[in-house]
C-alpha cells in the first residue's frame, strides 16, 4: 500500500456520546483509509471500535466532527446518505440476513430496487457471488437452513452485489461457532487480496497480523496507536497498547 | 325450550331479510371501518416511528384522546359535535358514525401496529440502510413483511373489538345487526328468540373471521 493511493474515507475529529452525553465513547479521532487500503481495528471492548466503524457510513450519527466519503463531506446537512451508503458494504457481527427472503432475493433487492439493475442481470451476478463462495446451491432456500458461516458468508455476499468501494467488517467471526471462522475470514481474506478496501473491527489477532496493511489499536474513545501490524503486534510504543496485546496474544 | 325454538324459527321465517339487511349493514360498515382503520392506523404508526418530537408529541395525544373515552361519546362527537363545528362538511348521519368508528380504531389499530414493528429485530433496518436502501422500501420491503407477523394476532383481536362495537351504531338506528334486533323486538314484543338470532350471527361472523386468521397465521409458519 502505497500513500499515493486516494483517500476514500476521511474522518475529522469524530466525537460520539451516548445517554445525554453522560458516555463519551468517542473522544475525537482524525484518521483516513486509503484506496485498497485493508486497516484492522482492534482494541478493548468498550474502546468504540465499533461504534467508531458505524459512524463511518453513519449508521450512528456522530455527535460532532465530520465524516468525508470519496471527497464529500456526508456528515453535510441536506445529503442524500443512501446513496453514498451504496457503496460502503457493511457485514455485521449477527448477520443480520433478511429471514423472510430467499438467499438469492438477499443479495438481488437492493441492486434491483435502488440501482434499478434488470431482475435477471442482478440474479446472474448474485448467482456469480454465490458461487464465488460455495453457496450456490443454497440460493433458492431461506436463510433459516443457514449455518451462521453460511449466514456470514450470505452476507457478505449480499454487500458485494452492490459493487462497493469500501467494505467495513464489524467483528464477522464473533457470533460463529468455532469451527466456521475459517471459512469466513478466508472469504474477507480473497476479498482483501483482490484490492478491495476493507476497514475490519475484529478480536482475530492471527488474522489482523496476517491481512492488515495498517492496524489500528484504540482505546477509550480514540486511537492510541496505529502502525504496520509488524509495528504494532512485534514492537508497540504505547503501553496500553502492550498491555492489551500481553493480554490477548 | 320448545316454545322458544318454535318463536325463533317463526321469527326467522318472518324477519329473516330485516336480520340478513342487518347482517349487510354489519358487514359493511365493519368492513370499512376494519379497512380504513387499518390505513389510517399504519399512517399514525408510522408518524409516531419517524421519531420527529413534534409528530409523536400529537400522536401519543391522539391515542390517548381515544383510548380514554368511551367509543360511545365519540360518535356522539362526530354525529352530533363535528357537523357544527364543520358545517361545511356534509356528511350523512351513517357516514358520521361511520368516521367516529374508523377514528376510534385508528388509535388502537395504530398501538398493534407500532409495537409489531418496533419488535422487528434493529439489525434488520440497519442491514438495509447499510445496503443504501432508502427508508421507504427498507419499512415496506424489509421491516414490514416480518412486523406482520407480529401484528396480525393483535390485529385480529382489533377486528373482532371493531365488528361487535358497529353495534354502537343501533343507538342511531343506522341498519346493521343490533337495529335488526331492536326493529324485530319492537314488532313482535319477543326479546330472547331475536337476541339470540344476532347473536348466533354475530358469533359465526367472529368465529369465521378468528378461524381464517389461524389459517393465515399457520400458512405465515410453514414459509418461515
Known amino acids: 500500500m502505497t500513500d499515493t493511493a486516494k483517500v476514500l474515507i476521511r474522518v475529522e475529529n469524530l466525537k460520539k456520546n451516548f445517554n445525554n452525553d453522560n458516555l463519551h465513547v468517542l473522544r475525537g479521532i482524525t484518521e483516513e483509509i486509503r484506496e485498497g487500503e485493508v486497516v484492522s481495528i482492534i482494541g478493548p471492548s468498550g474502546s468504540g471500535k465499533s461504534t467508531f466503524l458505524r459512524c463511518l457510513n453513519l449508521l450512528e450519527t456522530p455527535t460532532s466532527g465530520k465524516v468525508f466519503f470519496e471527497g464529500v463531506e456526508i456528515t453535510a446537512k441536506k445529503i442524500d446518505v ?32 435502488e440501482k434499478k439493475i434488470p ?22 432456500e431461506y436463510p433459516r437452513r443457514l449455518s451462521g458461516g453460511q449466514k456470514q458468508r450470505l452476507a457478505i455476499v449480499r454487500a458485494l452485489a ?88 | ?36 382503520g387499518t390505513v389510517l392506523g399504519t399512517l399514525i404508526a408510522l408518524l409516531k416511528l419517524t421519531n420527529v418530537k413534534i409528530l409523536t408529541w400529537i400522536v401519543d395525544i391522539y391515542i390517548e ?29 351513517t ?34 440502510k447499510s445496503l ?3 427508508n421507504f422500501h427498507t419499512m415496506q420491503r424489509i421491516v414490514f413483511p416480518q412486523a406482520i407477523r407480529n401484528i396480525l394476532p393483535a390485529l385480529c383481536n382489533e377486528f373482532i373489538v371493531m365488528i361487535k362495537q358497529t353495534s354502537l351504531a343501533s343507538i342511531f338506528f343506522v341498519g346493521e345487526l ?3 334486533f331492536k326493529t324485530v323486538q319492537s314488532a313482535t314484543f319477543l326479546v330472547i328468540p331475536p337476541l339470540l338470532i344476532s347473536g348466533v350471527i354475530y358469533l359465526v361472523l367472529n368465529w369465521g373471521l378468528s378461524q381464517g386468521i389461524k389459517v393465515l397465521e399457520r400458512r405465515m409458519r410453514e414459509s418461515d
Open chain 2, 132 to 134: 443504501g436502501m432508502s
Open chain 1, 119 to 140: 431482475k435477471a442481470q442482478a440474479e446472474q451476478k448474485a448467482m456469480e457471488l454465490l458461487r464465488q463462495v460455495g453457496l450456490e446451491d443454497k440460493a433458492k
Open chain 1, 82 to 113: 443512501d446513496k453514498h451508503r451504496q457503496k460502503m458494504g457493511m457485514v455485521f457481527q449477527h448477520f443480520n440476513v433478511f429471514p423472510h427472503l430467499t438467499v438469492l432475493d438477499n443479495i438481488t433487492i437492493a441492486p434491483i430496487l
Open chain 2, 65 to 93: 384522546i381515544i383510548r380514554g373515552t368511551p367509543a360511545l361519546l365519540q360518535i356522539y362527537f362526530f354525529w352530533l359535535g363535528v357537523p357544527k363545528l364543520l358545517p361545511m362538511l356534509e356528511l350523512s348521519n
Open chain 2, 1 to 36: 325450550m320448545l316454545e322458544l325454538i318454535q318463536d325463533v324459527v317463526k321469527i326467522w321465517a318472518k324477519y329473516s331479510d330485516v336480520f340478513l339487511n342487518g347482517l349487510w349493514g354489519t358487514v359493511w360498515i365493519s368492513l370499512v371501518t376494519v379497512i380504513l
Open chain 1, 162 to 249: 452492490m459493487e462497493p468501494k469500501v467494505i467495513l467488517f464489524d467483528e464477522p467471526t464473533s457470533a460463529l461457532d468455532p469451527e466456521m471462522v475459517k471459512d469466513v475470514l478466508d472469504v474477507i481474506k480473497r476479498l482483501a487480496d483482490s484490492g478491495m478496501t476493507t476497514v475490519i473491527v475484529t478480536h482475530e489477532m492471527g488474522f489482523a497480523r496476517e491481512v492488515s496493511d495498517r492496524v489500528l489499536f484504540m482505546d477509550a474513545g480514540v486511537i492510541a496507536e496505529s502502525g504496520t501490524p509488524e509495528e504494532i503486534f512485534q514492537h508497540p510504543r504505547n503501553p496500553r497498547t502492550v498491555e492489551f496485546l500481553s493480554k490477548v496474544l
Open chain 2, 178 to 180: 343490533t337495529t335488526a
Open chain 2, 95 to 128: 357516514q358520521w358514525i361511520v368516521v367516529a368508528l374508523i377514528v376510534n380504531a385508528s388509535a388502537y389499530i395504530a398501538e398493534v401496529i407500532r409495537a409489531g414493528i418496533q419488535a422487528v429485530d434493529k439489525g434488520q433496518t440497519e442491514a438495509a
